[in-house]
């Protein structure tokens, strides 16, 4: 299928500037097997005020541990399939500066890489996948995380954009949804660079360092 394909290989390296990144998106952790993160370490991965130049904040980042209630908000699916085995669910919201984007970061954090694997496929076939409209089509991340997936398509009835994006980056999969309210608020380069900062935080926290990726600009 297109979209295994899009997912198991690396496209052309993304042209997005990222400050504070110390190093490349798609690098490996160097430090030995991918740690399971604490609630924190969740918190912390989620984009900030700061790390979004030109976007303001809506919803601080939150995290919870995953109980019955939020299971059913991460894992949509028939017996919440998919969150077996996490731990920690954190989410932060954004609208953008100059246009009516907006966009929703999510983490859910798994106690083990294998468990975070395991549940990849399930969630994007079964729920992530279909929030970008029906006839949404797939794009390609650039070599981010160790798997990811997105698709870009309509967010509303008059054919506005959205698109939404899923990756895993060793014991976590990260979300974010982005749409705008009207034509031209968002595009694939714009839902590429959250992606990406999202990834790279989620990467430095798994290293023990403090996330600091952010858009530049």
């Not at 899009?6 to 690098?27: E, F």
């Not at 919201?93 to 907006?102: E, I, L, N």
Request: glycine share 12%.
């Amino acid at each position: 299928m297109i979209m295994r394909n899009v997912r198991r290989c690396a496209a052309a390296a993304a042209a997005l500037l990222l400050t504070g990144c110390g190093g490349d998106a798609g690098d490996d952790t160097g430090k030995g097997e991918a740690v399971a993160l604490t609630k924190q370490q969740v918190r912390e991965t989620l984009p900030a005020g700061e790390a979004m130049a030109g976007w303001k904040e809506t919803a601080r980042p939150t995290a919870v541990e995953v109980d019955d209630l939020y299971r059913r908000q991460a894992c949509p699916v028939e017996g919440n399939a998919g969150c077996e085995n996490s731990r920690f669910y954190g989410a932060s919201t954004f609208r953008h500066a100059d246009d009516a984007s907006h966009v929703t970061f999510l983490v859910l954090a798994y106690d083990s890489e294998q468990a975070a694997r395991d549940a990849y496929d399930v969630l994007w076939d079964g729920h992530y996948a279909k929030k970008a409209g029906p006839g949404a089509k797939t794009f390609g991340l650039g070599p981010i995380g160790d798997e990811r997936d997105a698709r870009f398509g309509t967010s509303g009835f008059r054919g506005e954009p959205g698109a939404v994006t899923q990756t895993r980056v060793g014991t976590t999969l990260l979300w974010s949804e982005a749409a705008s309210a009207g034509r031209g608020g968002i595009d694939e380069d714009r839902v590429r660079a959250l992606a990406t900062v999202l990834a790279e935080r989620a990467r430095q926290a798994q290293n023990g360092d403090s996330p600091s990726a952010a858009l530049d600009g």
